[in-house]
């Protein structure tokens, strides 16, 4: 893939280039915010004054890359290597990083307004809306008066965590994730992700949600348009009248799945068992027949 073509992608609403090879190529003044870039060789790659804000870096090659007046608020640089990356006028104001970023020897985070990732991070009054959080260890993290609106923390331990006063409205949970004793997810406003979950209304736009167990789930109503579904297992789920606008349903389990009156424009179908059983055909597919 080219700077070109990963532009183009984009433009059409692809999001996910992960693991990409684009080392030294020239995406100065690029726009690619939000875009999921984990693991992508990116050395001595030109994003300059580019608009990259809540990027996905994560265990991304950065080294000596050219980052001058990059706009990366927001973004996810955990793991990721900045070494010998020019830095200069960059905005990586609320991003998170860890133990494993490696920046600049002359580079200091702490000072740009970054947040540190860690069991024991100070995260009050933090911005980190959608911030995925999986299996993140923060067992013992200050996020007392934080804004964790739509946040995945499936998996994530806040087993101790100062929680007090923080917006965790439409943040996504699981049967792992670990609260403590006295904290009620429910009246948190929490989203629970598993097998007959109640969330009809509930807006996961663009969640992630590849491989989850969401059978006989109620997602009525629902804002689902560009999630990720897939290999979901959405057996006997209601649908109905859910916006999955370019959801991605490939490999999906859609059987005795309610889908009446569901927005599906241009949402990717491929592989999917259908609510009838079949496998998905842009054939024999009919939408009023769902």
Same mark, same amino acid.
């Given at each position: 893939?080219?700077?070109?073509?990963?532009?183009?992608?984009? =433009?059409?609403?692809?999001?996910? #280039?992960?693991?990409?090879?684009?080392?030294? &190529?020239?995406?100065?003044?690029?726009? /690619?915010?939000?875009?999921?870039?984990?693991?992508?060789?990116?050395?001595?790659?030109?994003?300059?004054?580019?608009? /990259?804000? &809540?990027?996905?870096?994560?265990?991304?090659?950065?080294?000596?890359?050219?980052?001058?007046? =990059?706009?990366?608020?927001?973004?996810?640089?955990?793991?990721?290597?900045?070494?010998?990356?020019? /830095?200069? %006028?960059?905005?990586?104001?609320?991003? $998170?990083? !860890?133990?494993?970023?490696? +920046?600049?020897?002359?580079?200091?985070?702490? &000072?740009?307004?970054?947040?540190?990732?860690?069991?024991?991070?100070?995260?009050? !009054?933090?911005?980190?809306?959608? $911030?995925? #959080?999986?299996?993140?260890?923060?067992?013992?993290?200050?996020?007392?008066?934080?804004?964790?609106? %739509?946040?995945?923390?499936?998996?994530?331990?806040?087993?101790?965590?100062?929680?007090?006063?923080?917006?965790?409205?439409?943040?996504?949970?699981?049967?792992?994730?670990? +609260?403590?004793?006295? +904290?009620?997810?429910?009246?948190? %406003?929490?989203?629970?992700?598993?097998?007959?979950?109640? $969330?009809?209304?509930? !807006?996961?736009?663009?969640?992630?949600?590849?491989?989850?167990?969401?059978?006989?789930?109620?997602?009525?109503?629902?804002?689902?348009?560009?999630?990720?579904?897939?290999?979901?297992?959405?057996?006997? =789920? @209601?649908?109905?009248?859910?916006?999955?606008?370019?959801?991605?349903?490939?490999?999906?389990?859609?059987?005795? &799945?309610?889908?009446?009156?569901? @927005?599906?424009?241009?949402?990717?179908?491929?592989?999917?068992?259908?609510?009838?059983?079949?496998?998905?055909?842009?054939? !024999?597919?009919? /939408?009023?027949? @769902?």
């Amino acid at each position: 893939m080219d700077a070109n073509e990963l532009l183009t992608l984009y =433009a059409q609403g692809k999001r996910n #280039f992960t693991k990409v090879n684009l080392s030294e &190529a020239h995406l100065s003044g690029a726009n /690619l915010s939000r875009a999921t870039m984990r693991d992508a060789k990116l050395r001595e790659v030109s994003f300059g004054a580019a608009y /990259l804000r &809540a990027i996905d870096l994560r265990g991304a090659d950065l080294r000596g890359a050219d980052l001058r007046g =990059a706009y990366f608020r927001g973004a996810d640089l955990r793991g990721t290597d900045l070494r010998w990356a020019h /830095l200069a %006028g960059a905005d990586i104001s609320e991003a $998170v990083y !860890n133990i494993q970023t490696q +920046f600049p020897d002359d580079f200091d985070p702490k &000072a740009t307004r970054a947040y540190s990732i860690s069991p024991q991070a100070y995260l009050s !009054n933090a911005y980190l809306r959608k $911030v995925d #959080f999986r299996w993140a260890k923060l067992s013992e993290a200050d996020l007392s008066g934080a804004y964790l609106v %739509g946040a995945d923390l499936r998996g994530a331990d806040l087993s101790r965590a100062k929680l007090k006063d923080a917006d965790l409205s439409e943040a996504l949970y699981d049967e792992m994730t670990q +609260f403590g004793a006295e +904290f009620d997810p429910g009246k948190a %406003g929490l989203y629970f992700m598993g097998p007959g979950t109640l $969330v009809p209304e509930a !807006n996961l736009s663009r969640a992630r949600l590849s491989g989850v167990d969401l059978s006989r789930a109620d997602l009525a109503k629902a804002d689902l348009s560009w999630t990720d579904f897939s290999r979901a297992n959405l057996r006997e =789920a @209601i649908l109905k009248r859910a916006n999955l606008r370019c959801a991605n349903l490939m490999g999906a389990n859609l059987q005795g &799945a309610r889908l009446k009156g569901a @927005i599906l424009d241009e949402a990717d179908f491929r592989g999917a068992i259908m609510p009838d059983g079949t496998t998905y055909s842009k054939q !024999n597919f009919n /939408l009023q027949s @769902i």
